[in-house]
């Protein structure tokens, strides 16, 4: 059995975004046989990257994988980043998907601040997103600029996986873990390039869990929220070449 393999763990217990010490050994999606890594980052088409890798593992066959509740109970074989800057995986690509920061915290506040206070289901309570509740400061009906204020205060290192930076998903011990980037704004060609190069083995990019909304993102932010969100988000900005404005 190669070494690496024996690498190859099963999670079964949920990330905490508030442990510096999950943050830093969070499994990342693998398949072996294309030599394939994913790097996950919440709010940029994770679920549909999800879908692909449980359509190549044939979890289809067995389980409703449309259904996006049952897709993100899905166990799937993976490697952390200790494992990756090793060096057990140079020859694998290792790839992930960014997204503009200004539309990737709008589609956060959307989706997990809801306007109705006594909204509570499985995944939200209160009308805000379970997970949200443990800083205590996030409240239905709260307005946007509120919502970014607080996101401002929280420091990556407490973030949770929605609103923390891109760039700690892909950053580890000082090195860049990835060696292939697509973009959220141009997915569509940008995956079709990458499958191409794979000798079109996975599955079509479905569109699943997508925000809807009505104004664009520029109409959210004034010159108070530029700054604050500018300076938060700085390293996406600059390392994902996206503008420093909405």
Not at 111 to 140: E, W
Not at 189 to 194: G, K
Request: charged share 25%.
């Amino acid at each position: 059995m190669q070494l690496k393999s024996l690498y190859h763990k099963i999670f079964s217990k949920s990330y905490n975004a508030k442990s510096s010490k999950e943050a830093e050994l969070h499994p990342l999606m693998v398949l072996d046989d294309l030599k394939l890594i994913y790097f996950p980052i919440p709010k940029v088409a994770a679920s549909s990257f999800k879908y692909v890798f449980a359509t190549y593992l044939n979890y289809d066959q067995s389980v409703d994988i449309r259904d996006h509740n049952k897709l993100h109970k899905l166990i799937f074989p993976s490697v952390n980043r200790i494992e990756i800057q090793a060096g057990d995986y140079d020859d694998y690509l290792k790839f992930t998907c960014v997204r503009n920061p200004w539309d990737r915290l709008v589609s956060c506040y959307k989706s997990k601040i809801k306007s109705n206070k006594r909204y509570t289901d499985i995944h939200f309570k209160n009308g805000v997103d379970r997970r949200f509740l443990y800083y205590k400061v996030f409240k239905a009906g709260m307005s946007f600029k509120t919502f970014v204020h607080e996101v401002c205060n929280i420091p990556d290192i407490e973030s949770d996986f929605h609103f923390r930076s891109q760039y700690d998903f892909v950053y580890y011990n000082h090195q860049i873990l990835v060696n292939h980037l697509m973009k959220y704004e141009s997915l569509k060609q940008d995956y079709s390039e990458f499958n191409s190069k794979l000798g079109n083995k996975l599955s079509e990019l479905p569109k699943m869990n997508s925000t809807q909304r009505k104004k664009p993102t520029s109409a959210f932010f004034d010159h108070e929220l530029i700054s604050l969100v500018s300076k938060r988000y700085d390293r996406d900005f600059q390392y994902f070449n996206y503008p420093d404005r909405p």
